[in-house]
């Protein structure tokens, strides 16, 4: 069953995987990330990223990741087309 955007939100806050009929890529989709609000001890990576020792307390917010049609993942940020599209739908 296809969704608006915010049909697609609110199936993702409930931990479903949601995608676009619209996208070219095979096997896209995105989730949900709670993030760590309470924090975690940052890797090497990422603590060389922000200037922080490794092991720092790293604290982010929740934010949206994409499976990508490579396999790769990525931090995801909706197009204006993502946002007033009709054709999202639940990924089972």
């Known amino acids: 069953m296809n969704m608006n955007f915010g049909g697609a939100l609110e199936a993702l806050k409930n931990g479903k995987r949601v995608a676009r009929e619209g ?6 989709f995105v989730v949900y990330q709670k993030g760590y609000p309470e924090g975690i001890p940052c890797n090497k990576q ?4 922000f200037g ?21 993942h990525q931090m995801w940020l909706a197009s204006q087309s993502d946002v007033l599209a009709d054709d999202w739908y639940v990924v089972e």
């Open 52 to 72: 922080y020792e490794e092991g720092t307390l790293f604290k982010c917010r929740p934010y949206l990741q994409m499976r990508c049609a490579d396999g790769t």
């Open 46 to 49: 990422t603590a060389e990223a």
């Open 23 to 28: 996208w070219n890529g095979k096997n896209m």
